[in-house]
């Protein structure tokens, strides 16, 4: 048990859902997701649940098959609180009447607060929301009150105080609800009284004393990229069972300037022996011949990064584990209710086929974290703070950068531009100020002229975006003494380069990455 208290997140599809619960975490407060047909008698059974949570949806709880309410957890006597659709469920369930408008209420909306409630104490009577909703309440359910009106006159909030039902027409998960976190927070300590917060000391000596028991004196092994998951993932498990931890890190020739080598040198010190590197550039390169399809690329990277990785590990007599730095995120069930499973946008690399190839059992000791509490936990297990806070690097690395054929002397080209513009960002404090910043070196040639002399060279393109999860991106915006300052100095150190562009899309329409 992690903790002794937990909200539950029931989704019924919002795009808000991750969010709702990065929100209850912010609190230091224990929270779990689950698809609403996913609600089983386990996790009814839960004596730690505090409250429940149900998200917003794309649907009309009008439309025949749209997801349903399960009257299941009333039973309970637990708080609950319904947002957006998860409201107009609660008044579905308590027969009031659901108006549907014409057009979707979207974005800034004021509120007024009609009636005191425990929800909004402490907050204004007036409060900026984020709306996104079709359909709204017109008559309210049987026991319960209106608390608080829109603007429009729309009812924006109800609640039946005996049975601790909430509902919010808007958003208080998304930031443009300015008092949100305010309201979620009335909701977690003064109506489902969570006395027990999630303190990641307490995690971490949990997680440590249940990977003993469970692992007990089995050998497991870990891949290393030198990101911040895998990395956190194997300090983690050093600490629970030590000599039986084996890191292998394959070295695919595609990592950035000297990356390779400092990543050899912290774990190293750190697991000796147990730190196992391959070099492995050549196979890669190799199999990378003649590929320019950016999917292709994936792929072979993938079924080669598999191959060099099982080969490496059947070394070692007796493993039974395999460790995957596997996050939170990751493992949400997502409901598919756009039409059908999300189209598939890119193969991401992982080492998802080994477990089951090498017949290993998995462990996955960050799956309950957020990104932000893995990188808190590294700080506690004394890990760099530089490493922990490095931009995240996909897989297939540069690989994916370099548009096109990919070989040793572009490979050497771009590592060469990523470290200048990595190193201004830093000796400039801006490194933290941006979610990712890579160059991109492009198939193209162009003609210059530097001192008297024709030039005819590459082009590249600085990526630099802002973003909370990878999911959504903005572009960062540089200032032109910023932009002349990265631009000469590549220009000037790197004399295969002879033009430098800047990438200002985000994401959608484009992704992150270039391929
Ligand atoms: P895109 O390009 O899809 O990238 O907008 C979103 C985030 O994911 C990273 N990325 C990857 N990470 N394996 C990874 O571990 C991959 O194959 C991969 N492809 C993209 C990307 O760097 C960005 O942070």
Redesign the pocket.
């Known amino acids: 048990m992690i903790t002794k208290q937990k909200i539950i997140v029931i989704d019924y599809g919002s795009q808000y859902t991750q969010l709702i619960a990065r929100r209850i975490r912010e609190q230091k407060v224990f929270c779990k997701v689950y698809p609403f047909n996913k609600i089983n008698k386990k996790i009814l059974n839960d004596k730690t649940i505090s409250g429940f949570i149900l998200s917003g949806g794309p649907n009309s709880v009008k439309e025949k098959n749209s997801p349903k309410f399960d009257n299941k957890i009333l039973d309970l006597n637990i708080p609950i609180l319904g947002i957006c659709y998860g409201l107009q469920l609660i008044c579905k369930e308590f027969k009031g009447k659901i108006g549907q408008s014409r057009s979707r209420e979207y974005g800034h909306s004021i509120i007024k607060v009609k009636k005191q409630s425990l929800l909004f104490d402490k907050i204004k009577h007036k409060n900026q929301v984020w709306m996104s909703h079709g359909d709204h309440i017109e008559i309210e359910p049987n026991g319960f009150v209106v608390t608080s009106l829109s603007n429009d006159k729309v009812i924006s909030s109800i609640e039946n105080k005996n049975k601790n039902i909430f509902g919010l027409q808007f958003h208080p998960e998304v930031h443009h609800s300015l008092e949100g976190k305010k309201i979620l927070s009335n909701f977690l300590f003064k109506i489902c009284n969570i006395k027990s917060k999630f303190k990641l000391e307490d995690f971490l000596k949990i997680k440590i004393n249940n990977l003993r028991k469970e692992l007990k004196d089995k050998k497991v092994i870990c891949g290393l990229?030198g990101?911040v998951d895998s990395t956190v993932t194997s300090f983690l498990l050093y600490k629970a069972i030590k000599k039986n931890l084996f890191c292998i890190f394959v070295d695919h020739g595609l990592l950035r300037l000297n990356e390779s080598l400092e990543v050899e040198n912290i774990f190293k010190k750190k697991f000796g022996k147990n730190f196992i590197k391959v070099n492995a550039s050549q196979i890669f390169l190799k199999n990378l011949i003649k590929i320019k399809d950016p999917e292709k690329k994936?792929k072979i990277i993938?079924k080669t990064f598999i191959e060099v990785f099982e080969k490496e590990a059947k070394k070692i007599n007796g493993v039974q584990y395999l460790a995957q730095g596997t996050l939170y995120p990751d493992i949400i069930e997502s409901i598919p209710f756009f039409g059908g499973p999300t189209a598939k946008?890119?193969?991401?690399?992982?080492v998802g086929g080994l477990p089951k190839r090498m017949k290993l059992k998995i462990v996955e000791p960050l799956k309950e974290l957020f990104k932000d509490e893995v990188r808190n936990l590294g700080k506690q297990l004394k890990i760099n703070s530089e490493l922990l806070n490095r931009?995240?690097?996909?897989?297939?690395g540069l690989a994916?950068r370099i548009p096109g054929e990919v070989d040793k002397k572009k490979i050497d080209i771009l590592q060469k531009v990523d470290n200048i513009y990595i190193k201004f960002l830093r000796d400039n404090l801006i490194y933290n100020k941006i979610?990712?910043a890579f160059p991109v070196l492009l198939p193209v040639k162009s003609v210059g002229v530097m001192g008297d002399e024709r030039t005819y060279s590459y082009a590249v393109s600085l990526r630099a975006v802002t973003?909370v999860d990878?999911?959504t991106?903005d572009f960062y915006m540089f200032n032109k003494t910023q932009l002349t300052e990265i631009s000469k100095r590549i220009i000037s150190q790197v004399k295969e380069v002879n033009r430098v562009l800047f990438d200002f899309t985000s994401?959608p329409p484009?992704?992150?990455?270039?391929e």
């Open positions: 990229s990101g994936r993938g946008i890119k193969s991401h690399h992982n931009h995240p690097f996909p897989g297939p994916i979610w990712q973003s990878g999911m991106a994401k484009g992704t992150i990455e270039w």
